[in-house]
């Protein structure tokens, strides 16, 4: 196991992230599912359903789960990138799309237990793909900086 690849791997690929949800953010939840976030206030943070909501009261919790699901998604792609073939975001693309297909499993069993519209399930997917590959590459291109695999 290679400390820094997690540490310098989970940081790349949670700056990426958060790089990417400027536009998915604006694009997906204060347009596309705001109606259908207003009609289910239930299951939202009371945080979120302020007027306006009080998002900077929820960084906090939201970076430092970001930041452990990124350090422990390097650990999985640190893990798994020997069985992966290409220079290094070539690799970290094709965990992406394992990645993207895994949370699509979970999409689909969440949504047969959490009454939310289907809309917001298909949103929730189609935003991952975006956010999974482009952090995914990243991810890649950082660790073979890192830690050189051999092709």
């Known amino acids: 196991m290679n400390l820094k690849v997690i540490l310098v791997g989970g940081v790349v ?59 422990i998604t390097a650990f999985i792609y640190h893990w798994v990138r020997p069985a992966l073939s290409g220079a290094g975001w070539q690799r ?15 999409i689909l069993n969440w949504s047969g237990v959490f009454n939310l519209p289907n809309k917001i399930w298909i949103w929730w997917w189609l935003e991952s793909i975006v956010y999974l590959l482009v952090g995914s590459a990243a991810l890649g291109w950082a660790v073979q900086k890192l830690a050189p695999a051999s092709n």
Not at 27 to 46: C, D, K, M, S
Not at 92 to 106: N, P, R
Request: a negative charge; glycine letters at 10%; one cysteine or more.
């Open 13 to 71: 690929f949670y700056v990426a992230l958060f790089l990417v949800s400027f536009l998915t953010g604006y694009v997906v939840h204060q347009n596309i599912l705001h109606e259908a976030y207003l009609g289910t206030p239930a299951f939202w943070r009371p945080e979120l359903n302020q007027d306006p909501p009080d998002m900077a009261a929820l960084m906090p919790l939201w970076v430092t789960c970001g930041l452990i699901g990124s350090f």
């Open 92 to 106: 970290g693309l094709k965990f992406g799309v394992i990645a993207v297909l895994f949370h699509g499993i979970y």
